[in-house]
Structures are given as structure tokens and as C-alpha cells.
């Protein structure tokens, strides 16, 4: 069975800080990664979409890499602003699209 | 282009109450999921579609029930609350497998 695990659950940096959030999943047969953004009480917005015979993904200031082989993925965020606090999860595609994901990160960015 | 949306945004039912989530996408979309939010625990799949007239089971569907008459609504039942039911519930939809899922703004449930 398909495991999501992101580390760390929380993640307080200062504006201007770079921000590196982890996914890890335990089955290399996905479809695709795909990392989210959740505002409080809000619905997931996607941010980048990583299929699963690329490398990386980059959309502005982020910056998304998938080692398929390692299980793991890693978000990385330039230059951080207050805005950009917010919960960000992972999730793996499996078949018929079924998503897995991760308890989330829980991003603070202090002014 | 509203993408997808959902009614209603909250409830509260009483243990034993019936309802029904009303999902709508304006994408012409083929597959559509509902998901289950818990606190600590991310989002688990209750039911999906990838069809018109199809729905299959995802990894929590015990105590619900779907329904996709139509490809643009997927309606998600509750024929008994329970307690544990409480949650929020989100809708998403996409063109199919590969492709980003766009998610709904969620329906809070709350269960006495």
C-alpha cells in the first residue's frame, strides 16, 4: 500500500529565506507527483506537476524535483514572502488518477 | 468558467440524519473524486468516476454513497450519519489520469 510522508509537519522560517519542504512515498509505480497549496479553510490550489519520467518542474520561485527511484520529492521556494504561508501537500497518482496524500507542511513565513 | 464547485458550504446534522454533497464542474471533465479532509491525517479518497454513469470505491467508502447521472455533478450521500463523518469533504475533477486535479472549496460536515 501507497505511503505519503511529508517532513517536517511545520516549518517557521523569516522573510527572504528559502524554503525546502520534503515528500517521501513508498511505492515507485505513481502516474505523477503533484504538490498543492491549502490556504485555511480554503480549497488545494495546484502548484506543479511532476510526471513521473521528469526530474524537475519549475514555475517561478518554485522549484519541484522527483527522484522516483528514492521515493522522494522536494519542494523548494526562492525568496520567501509572507504570502506565501500556507500548508503545502504532496500527493502521488496512482491508477485511474486516485490521489495519496501527505499530512502536509505547515508553512509560516514571519514578517 | 466557475470550475468546480460545491453546495453546500457547511451543515450540521443530527446521528442518524441523511444528506446529500452536491458536486459541479464546468470543465468537461471525465473524472471526478470526492476526498475526505482530517485533521493530521491529509486527504483520503471516499469514491471516484471516471465516467458518466460509472463510480468505483476508494480507500474510505464505507457509509457513503455515489451517483453520476450526469458528467458535469457527482453527488455524494450520506444515508446515516455518524459522528466519525465529521470532516471536511472536498470534490475534485480532471480530464483524466496524468492530468492536474482542480479541487472544489470544500463542505464542512459536522455530525451530533
Known amino acids: 500500500k501507497q505511503e505519503v510522508t511529508q517532513i517536517p509537519a511545520a516549518l517557521s522560517v523569516p522573510e527572504g529565506e528559502n524554503l525546502v519542504l520534503n515528500c517521501s512515498f513508498t511505492?515507485?509505480?505513481?502516474?505523477?507527483l503533484q504538490w498543492f497549496r491549502q490556504d485555511p479553510g480554503k480549497g488545494l490550489t495546484s502548484l506543479l506537476l511532476?510526471?513521473?519520467?521528469?526530474r524537475e518542474q519549475t514555475s517561478g520561485r518554485l522549484n519541484a524535483s522527483l527522484d522516483k527511484s528514492s521515493g522522494r520529492s522536494t519542494l523548494y521556494i526562492a525568496a520567501s514572502q509572507p504570502g506565501d504561508s500556507a500548508t503545502y501537500l504532496c500527493?502521488?497518482?496512482?491508477?485511474?488518477?486516485?490521489?495519496?496524500f501527505g499530512a502536509g507542511t505547515q508553512v509560516v513565513v514571519t514578517p | 468558467n466557475a470550475g468546480v464547485t460545491q453546495t453546500p458550504k457547511f451543515r450540521v446534522l443530527k446521528t442518524g440524519q441523511s444528506m446529500t454533497l452536491l458536486c459541479a464542474q464546468d470543465?468537461?471533465?471525465?473524472?471526478m473524486y470526492w476526498y475526505r479532509q482530517d485533521p493530521g491525517m491529509g486527504l483520503r479518497l471516499i469514491h471516484y468516476?471516471?465516467?458518466?454513469?460509472?463510480?468505483a470505491k476508494g480507500e474510505v467508502p464505507d457509509g457513503y454513497n455515489v451517483s453520476r447521472l450526469k458528467k458535469q455533478n457527482f453527488l455524494l450521500g450520506l444515508e446515516s450519519a455518524a459522528p466519525s463523518q465529521t470532516s471536511v469533504y472536498f470534490c475534485?475533477?480532471?480530464?483524466?489520469?496524468?492530468?492536474?486535479?482542480?479541487f472544489g472549496p470544500g463542505t464542512r460536515l459536522t455530525v451530533l
Open positions: 475534485a475533477s480532471s480530464y483524466g489520469t496524468g492530468d492536474t486535479q482542480y
Open positions: 511505492d515507485s509505480a505513481i502516474y505523477n
Open positions: 511532476i510526471q513521473s519520467s521528469q
Open positions: 500527493a502521488v497518482e496512482g491508477s485511474w488518477g486516485k490521489l495519496q
Open positions: 470543465m468537461n471533465h471525465e473524472y
Open positions: 468516476s471516471v465516467g458518466e454513469g460509472t463510480t
